[in-house]
């Protein structure tokens, strides 16, 4: 009833299918049970709500929601209200995105999902720096995480690429921030879990954008020379465009079968590649996974700016399959790949993800001991692999990375499935991802978990480390309650008891 009250533009549910919606989430690990579900066209929506909550005392909640694709519940509330950022009801609708062409950037809704941004810009020649590598998440979703693909070890992360956002912090106030105003905020805020503020506009750099991608890809079956040729080519990001790849990643193969996988949909299926005739006796391979941008104009020059960099690397020499298309096909190429997976009932399943950082140093180790140790020759989703360079991302930024100027992520993508094979089980797999980690502490293999989940708020301390006193003090200045995204479970809910309340 508080909320009603507040006079909002946009709209507020409690239509059982919105809450519906908002109690769940792509992992479909944990279920929330929010009161209400705002629809909003402004950041001074959000404000109101939020203030309202702030100045409650009855315990209420914000979680700001955009794709739902959070994994362990992070965009959930139980009490209180889920802002639902993208996708909206009702006549009236938030700004669209706002290219400024000459100055090259983009101001966008932060609800907007990155494929809309991408279309908006495309209409200029423009486009982002930096991607993810599925464009269906929503702007804030990505910058309060970091927002990570093969572009990041030229570019950083998107959380990089930002000039200035505005912000409706825990007290309900509207502040915009960037590297000259509310500098604290702006870095607290990127990579910061939502724990700040929510972001209702991010201003976004852009560069000329593509026509074309010569999309590639190489097998290994020796990790030290995959490992040693992806470091060599990330390693040339401060060259000329011409001597260097756009895009670098990377994923591993544990189970014989064919790599025309779901992360492979646009390579022609007429001539799949049969793994079991490259494949090491009892091992794994590793395919290498590049890109480069061309336009048409230049496309004469392509084959050979291609040729002078493959000539440098040790992949397995019969194993080379290329693919030419076009820039916005090539970015949404995850897309396709789940309207396969829709068509198959193979979508809407829990996903028990685990992404890790690595330091470099102690990769080969976890080669070793997880992919041709503990995963076996089965898998339930794809496995990335790629490095990244750390003097591309901000330290200043909320994001904890290992300790080392080169680092690795491993994506471990898998979908639990109903199928009655146990290995494809959600406790199979949420145990396997248990084992992993304790292999890691026994190594001593420092990993940093990336989208991190943890129960106690000892874990989210040694999580952020050094930044951990940052991290609080920042907490305590713009959410003193405890009020936003509640669901990462860093911090518990603080609201008087009314017992203290005036009568």
Same mark, same amino acid.
């Given at each position: 009833?508080?909320?009603?009250? @507040? ?35 402004? %950041? ?8 309202? %909550? ?13 794709? *739902? ?48 941004? @991408? ?21 804030? *979703? ?15 992360? !998107? ?22 105003e509310n500098t604290e905020l702006f870095h607290a805020v990127l990579g910061g879990l939502g724990q ?5 506009? %991010? ?26 040729? !992806?470091? $060599? ?16 990643? *990377? ?6 079968? @064919? ?9 022609? #299926? ?66 396709? %790949?789940?309207?396969? @997976? ?5 979508? +809407?399943? #829990? $996903? ?51 300790? +080392? ?15 009655? +094979?146990?290995? !494809? ?39 952020? *480390? ?26 518990? #809910? ?10």
């Amino acid at each position: 009833m508080e909320i009603l009250r @507040l006079g909002i533009d946009g709209q507020l549910s409690v239509d059982p299918s919105d809450v519906e919606t908002a109690s769940l989430d792509f992992g479909l690990l944990t279920r929330g049970q929010p009161l209400a579900v705002l629809h909003p066209v402004s %950041a001074q929506d959000i404000a109101r709500v939020v203030k309202a %909550a702030y100045g409650s005392n009855q315990g209420m909640t914000v979680s700001a929601r955009g794709h *739902g694709h959070s994994i362990n519940g992070q965009a959930q509330t139980t009490n209180g209200v889920v802002i639902q950022m993208s996708g909206w009801k009702g006549g009236n609708k938030p700004p669209r995105p706002h290219v400024w062409a000459e100055e090259r950037y983009v101001d966008v809704w932060g609800g907007d999902l990155w494929i809309d941004v @991408l279309k908006s810009t495309l209409e200029y020649g423009l486009a982002p720096k930096s991607w993810t590598d599925y464009l269906y998440l929503s702007v804030g *979703g990505t910058l309060s995480n970091a927002g990570i693909s093969g572009q990041a070890f030229n570019h950083g992360p !998107q959380i990089s690429n930002v000039y200035e956002l505005d912000v409706v912090t825990g007290k309900g106030e509207v502040l915009t921030c960037s590297e000259d105003e509310n500098t604290e905020l702006f870095h607290a805020v990127l990579g910061g879990l939502g724990q700040f503020g929510i972001i209702t506009r %991010a201003r976004i750099s852009l560069e000329p954008a593509p026509n074309m991608v010569r999309w590639i890809r190489v097998l290994y079956s020796n990790f030290s020379a995959f490992t040693s040729d !992806q470091e $060599h080519l990330i390693s040339l990001h401060a060259e000329p465009s011409n001597q260097k790849f756009d895009y670098v990643e *990377g994923f591993v193969i544990v189970a014989e079968g @064919l790599i025309n996988n779901w992360r492979s949909s646009l390579f022609s #299926p007429q001539n799949p590649v049969k793994i079991s005739t490259l494949f090491p006796t009892g091992g794994v391979l590793y395919c290498l996974e590049i890109a480069k941008n061309y336009h048409e104009s230049t496309a004469q020059t392509i084959d050979q700016e291609v040729e002078f960099l493959l000539k440098k690397l040790n992949f397995i020499s019969t194993s080379v399959f290329t693919t030419d298309l076009l820039y916005v096909d090539f970015l949404d190429r995850v897309h396709m %790949a789940e309207m396969k @997976l829709r068509s198959k009932g193979l979508w +809407e399943v #829990p $996903h028990p993800w685990l992404n890790l950082f690595i330091p470099s140093s102690k990769i080969a180790e976890f080669d070793k001991g997880v992919f041709k140790g503990i995963l076996g020759n089965k898998t339930s989703g794809p496995i990335l692999i790629y490095p990244m360079n750390k003097n591309k991302w901000d330290h200043r930024s909320s994001v904890v990375t290992p300790d +080392e100027g080169l680092f690795y992520l491993v994506a471990l993508l898998r979908s639990a499935l109903d199928s009655g +094979e146990e290995t !494809q089980s959600l406790e199979y797999l949420n145990n396997q991802n248990r084992q992993i980690l304790r292999y890691c502490d026994e190594a001593g293999i420092k990993v940093k978990r990336y989208l991190p989940h943890y129960t106690t708020q000892q874990e989210w301390m040694d999580h952020f *480390g050094n930044k951990w006193d940052r991290f609080y003090e920042m907490k305590m200045e713009f959410d003193p309650r405890h009020i936003l995204a509640s669901g990462q479970r860093i911090f518990t #809910p603080t609201f008087p008891s009314l017992s203290n309340m005036p009568s």
